[in-house]
């Protein structure tokens, strides 16, 4: 029973991270919104690399580019290669420091921006510009947070 409730609040966590990707906005605001699927993807790939990885980073991909209206597969394409690169290196992660997970975290976000940005210039034909990389900043700054209260409520409901 524990087992099928904390898979359960693994795939909740994930599908608040969705409703918090698709919320409504001002546009300042929306500019700099981090990538909260990625970024609660990144915390249950690095926290149980055994239940979350490349296949559940797909569909949720697919997920955001329904929800969000972008060509389909390419955060599917885009969530998985970065999922897979934490989830190739997921002990080396664990080792490191909140404020460093942080710091490496950000370049895995500046590469999932750059290839999505490569990908829909290539499909679509978007031209880049700087506020394209908000996001790597705000994921930076809130990585610390979520990792915090997601290992939180992982351990005090003793999810494996």
């Known amino acids: 029973m524990r087992k099928a409730q904390g898979i359960g609040f693994v795939y909740l966590s994930l599908f608040i991270a969705l409703i918090l990707t698709v919320m409504p906005l001002p546009q300042v605001v929306k500019l700099a919104r981090p990538d909260w699927t990625l970024l ?15 296949g559940t980073a797909f ?12 060509v389909l597969g390419v955060n599917a394409l885009t969530y998985s290669v970065v999922i897979y690169i934490v989830a190739s290196n997921y ?49 930076m700054l809130a990585w610390p947070w979520l990792f915090w209260l997601l290992r939180r409520y992982r351990r005090q409901l003793k999810i494996q």
């Open 40 to 54: 609660v993807l990144m915390y249950w790939t690095l926290a149980m690399p055994h239940r979350v990885s490349i």
């Open 91 to 139: 002990l080396k992660i664990r080792n490191f420091s909140v404020i460093q997970q942080a710091l490496l975290l950000s370049i895995l976000l500046a590469f999932y921006h750059l290839f999505l940005f490569w990908l829909s210039h290539f499909l679509v034909g978007v031209y880049f510009l700087a506020e394209y990389l908000w996001p790597v900043l705000t994921g």
């Open 59 to 70: 569909v949720f991909g697919f997920m955001v580019d329904v929800l969000v209206g972008t």
